[in-house]
């Protein structure tokens, strides 16, 4: 190798090095403060989610949502506020929590709350939709467009969940996997074996793994499966099959 040839490829890793140091420098402008919001998990994001009256007695609920502070890592405590949009927002009874970002921290989950009043007729026949939003002030603004707002679809009846067929993360299974075709009565005899309703099931071979709100493992749903069918087995024997009054189909669980 001549010295020409070795300068060449000398002065080749110098660029690549510096290449790389470069990729690697993260700039923050400090002037950038902002506040991400979301439904999911820290690492999944999702800008709604589906909430149930049904599924729920008279009284105090909550729905979590995760945040994020942009920017440079605060040295004091950030107050922030979120505030409600849409046709159906006075036909929810809503309220805030204090929603504090700790100086030296910059991410987390904070609850909002939903109360449901006893004899509560609303959206039994038409769903609801209800948005919340950061409410922007001289201290922060908005996130990204995709992680700005949180939208609630409304329901108050039994019906079939969104994710029974198809699951919108590869790492998630449809519940048809498990508990085959749907129809309501299938789905409240689920409910009222399980306890769990518009719930999740997460491909995740981890012992133990931590899992968002209403999210349980591919093995904990295929012992429920186990337990509606045997469950089934015994309702059937006293009272016949259990045919849907819509469908007019018998609810039965997959081998």
Known sequence: MNMKTLTYLTLFSCLAFLSCEKQDVKHYDRNDKAINIWFGTANVVEDSLSYNYAF???GRDSVLFHYR??????????HFELEATGDDKDKVNYSFGTYVIKAGQYEGTFPIYIDKPANFELFKNKSGMVTF???ENDKYSMGAVERSH?????KNAISKPVNWD????STYRALSRYFGAYNDAKYGFIIQTTGFYDFRVVYNVSQNPELPTNTITDTHAT???ALCKLKLQEYEAVNGPLIDETTKERVVFPL
Do not use: A, N
């Not at 502070?69 to 950030?78: C, H, K, Q, R, S």
């Not at 949180?150 to 409304?154: A, D, I, K, M």
């Not at 198809?166 to 993360?169: V, Y």
């Open 223 to 225: 012992y429920l499966k």
């Open 69 to 78: 502070w942009l920017g440079i890592v605060p040295t004091e405590d950030i």
């Open 56 to 58: 729920t007695v008279p």
């Open 133 to 135: 939003q950061l409410k």
């Open 166 to 169: 198809t699951e919108t993360i």
């Open 150 to 154: 949180l939208h609630v679809s409304l």
